[in-house]
T-cell receptor, first 110, second 116 residues
C-alpha cells in the first residue's frame, strides 16, 4: 500500500490561510469518507484534528477544516498562527488496510 | 482523564524480541479498538497493528508474522509482542485508541532501537 501524497512543506504569513493536499487513489481517499488529519509538534505525539473528512473533535479550533474531492483530500488552516507551525499528516482507510498515512507536510509560519 | 502510557522500549540486537505495553486510564481497553503506530527517526507515521473490540487483529505487511497484538482486561493494558526484530523496526511506537478509522487518543510513545 503506497503512502498518500502530501507536499513536503508549505509556508504562509500569520493571519493568512494555507491548504494542504493529500492525494490517494480510488482504493483509499477516492472511495471512502474515512480521511483524518493529525498535527504533530517535534518530539510530541500526533493530535487528531479532523476525522471522517470534515469533522472536528471537541476542543479543536474551527480554524481547521477538511474537505475531499475525488482522490484528493485537503486540510485548510485559516487565520494562521505561530502555534500552527508543525507537521501535518493525513490518513485514509484503504481497501487492503485500515490505515495509510501521508508522508507529512511541514507548515512554516513566516 | 483519558490517557495512554507506553513502556517497554529499549535497545535490542537484530533478531531479538521485545514486548511493549500501553496502560490505559479513563476508559476500558477491551471495550475499544486499539492500534499501534510507529515513526522511524525523521520519518512519517506508519500504522502497525489493530485489535478490535471483538478480538479480531490485523497487521501491516511489514510486521505480519513477527508482531502480535493483544490486551489484558484486568490490567487494562494493550501489548505489542515483537520478535525477529530488524534495523528497520527502529522507531518510536505509539499506542492509540482507534475509533474506526481515526485515532483520537495517543500515548507519548516508547522508543525501540534495533542495532548490531
Amino acid at each position: 500500500q503506497s503512502a498518500l501524497t502530501q507536499p513536503a512543506s508549505v509556508s504562509e504569513s500569520p493571519g493568512q490561510s494555507v491548504t494542504i493536499s493529500c492525494t490517494g487513489t480510488s482504493n483509499d481517499v477516492g472511495d471512502y469518507s474515512y480521511v483524518s488529519w493529525y498535527q504533530q509538534h517535534p518530539g510530541k505525539a500526533p493530535k487528531l484534528l479532523i476525522y471522517d473528512v470534515n469533522n472536528r473533535p471537541s476542543g479543536v479550533s474551527n480554524r481547521f477544516s477538511g474537505s475531499k474531492s475525488g482522490n484528493t483530500a485537503s486540510l485548510t488552516i485559516s487565520g494562521l498562527q505561530a502555534e500552527d507551525e508543525s507537521t501535518y499528516y493525513c490518513s485514509s482507510y484503504t481497501s487492503s488496510s485500515p490505515y495509510v498515512f501521508g508522508a507529512g507536510t511541514k507548515v512554516t509560519v513566516l | 482523564e483519558v490517557q495512554l502510557v507506553e513502556t517497554g522500549g529499549g535497545l535490542i540486537q537484530p533478531g531479538g524480541s521485545l514486548r511493549l505495553s500501553c496502560a490505559a486510564s479513563g476508559f476500558t481497553v477491551s471495550s475499544n479498538h486499539m492500534s499501534w503506530v510507529r515513526q522511524a527517526p525523521g520519518k512519517g507515521l506508519e500504522w502497525v497493528s489493530v485489535i478490535y473490540s471483538d478480538r479480531r487483529t490485523y497487521y501491516a505487511d511489514s510486521v505480519k508474522g513477527r508482531f502480535s497484538i493483544s490486551r489484558d482486561y484486568s490490567m487494562n493494558t494493550l501489548f505489542l509482542q515483537m520478535k525477529s526484530l530488524r534495523a528497520d523496526d527502529t522507531a518510536v511506537y505509539y499506542c492509540a485508541r482507534d475509533l474506526l478509522y481515526f485515532m483520537d487518543v495517543w500515548g507519548q510513545g516508547t522508543t525501540v532501537s534495533v542495532f548490531s
